[in-house]
């Protein structure tokens, strides 16, 4: 049987840069199931696209137009992409199709939504995606709206793909009493290696730029948010006693929380801390990542995290912050460290003069995890099963 899966709630393909947005690229791009048609809601700002067809990875994907209305665009986007992919399904009388909503934004209008979907025969799977409610850049009232919002979307949902298992227990403990119905596919990561070379013009600029020498930084990338912990990383970076740099990519602006960050640490009177803006541009920075000494990862919020599988298929050695979700990706693969004073700093020291075996080691450990538990092909495969079993 033919099985029509609509995505909703990434920005759309070609994926440029983000977690959702690769997803869908690779789930399309690497479909085996003819009989799987997915249909992809793109965001746009041009209102003359408005709910427009184009094919890409022979998925049929169509503009949303969402108005400029600060941070209920993504209410907005959701909502208005449901709506056209039910009226779509009703209309071109698709059967059984699937409603795929990527993380819990819509939890208010989730009800309706599904009353709707089941009046055509349809399902709602969810993505939770991590405690976006735990996010510190939220105000309170927002924080609010996202828990209510993830409880009702997980009461109505017909089932939940969690891409953690930590998330996964997260749900069936806090919210047993709505019986959820879950499963676990984890996100993906590719072990390629950049098609970029050493002397790569592109590379040798972006090093100069900078001042960094290959081998001879340790490596940041991430947003810039406090659950990042950029505030523990670089303290106590600045307490270690490594030449290494500390290169640091993340969209940073010079807001609250960078100004508040410069005042604690004081990392602008040490030279080895570099902020060096974003690099979007994917070979490069599988590069750089390649060419790092060490990968630091201080996530504390969220389910499997896009840069921590990516650093541990293209870095070394990997020093994770210990929670349970990085835990669970990382295990035998990388090295942990808390936010107690002194923890990553002598970890840092440790790690400055590790032997080339035991780097060698850990680096054949963190690509075997990707491997092993990771990798694009077996996630595909274990999407179009769920998605070809509907009961």
């Known amino acids: 049987m033919e099985r029509h899966v609509f995505i909703v709630g990434s920005k759309g393909i070609p994926a440029n840069y983000g977690g959702y947005e690769t ?13 799987i048609h997915y249909h992809v809601a793109c965001k746009t700002k041009d209102k003359s696209k408005r709910y427009s067809h184009f094919i890409h990875n022979n998925a049929d994907c169509f503009h949303v137009f969402v108005p400029n209305i600060g941070s209920a665009q993504a209410i907005y986007y959701d909502v208005a992409a449901l709506n056209y992919s039910v009226k779509y399904a009703k209309d071109h009388q698709i059967e059984q199709p699937i409603f795929y909503i990527l993380a819990c934004r819509i939890g208010p209008f989730m009800q309706s939504i599904v009353k709707r979907v089941h009046s055509i025969g349809g ?27 993830e409880k009702l979307m997980v009461k109505y949902a017909d089932l939940l793909i969690c891409d953690s298992q930590n998330i996964e227990k997260y749900i069936k403990s806090v919210y ?43 490596l940041i990338v991430g947003r810039f948010v406090p659950e ?12 270690s006693s490594t030449n290494k740099d ?34 979007y541009e994917l070979e ?42 990085n ?16 923890s990553l700093f002598k970890l840092i020291n440790k790690v400055d003069n590790l032997s080339i075996n035991a780097i060698q080691n850990l680096d054949q450990k963190s690509t075997q ?23």
Do not use: Q
Request: charged residues 30%; positive net charge.
């Open 369 to 391: 995890r990707i491997l092993s538990k990771y990798s694009w092909s077996s996630i595909i495969e274990n999407y179009e099963k769920c998605f070809t079993e509907v009961k």
């Open 228 to 239: 990042n912990n950029y505030e523990v990383m670089i303290r106590e970076f600045i307490r």
């Open 327 to 342: 835990r669970e990706v990382g295990k035998e693969g990388a090295l942990y460290w808390n936010s107690n004073p002194g």
């Open 246 to 279: 500390l290169v640091i990519i993340t969209n940073v602006e010079r807001n609250k929380f960078f100004n508040k960050l410069k005042e604690k640490t004081n990392f602008e009177s040490d030279d080895r801390i570099k902020f060096v803006g974003t690099v």
């Open 176 to 218: 047993k009493k709505f019986k959820p119905k879950t499963t676990f596919i984890a996100y993906g990561s590719d072990v390629k290696k950049s098609t970029l070379s050493e002397n790569d013009p592109k590379l040798v600029e972006w090093f100069d730029r900078y001042n960094i020498k290959p081998n001879e930084y340790y």
């Open 23 to 35: 997803f869908v690229e690779y789930l399309t791009k690497y479909r085996r199931n003819e009989n």
């Open 123 to 149: 399902k709602v799977y969810v993505n939770p995606d991590g405690h976006e409610w735990m996010r510190a850049k939220w105000s309170l009232p927002i924080r609010k709206y996202w828990k209510l919002s």
């Open 284 to 325: 490069l920075l599988k590069k750089i990542r390649e060419s790092a000494y060490a990968y630091l990862h201080g996530h504390s919020v969220g389910g499997t995290n896009p840069s921590l599988l990516e650093a541990l298929a293209s870095t070394k050695i990997n020093l994770l912050f210990d929670v349970g979700f």
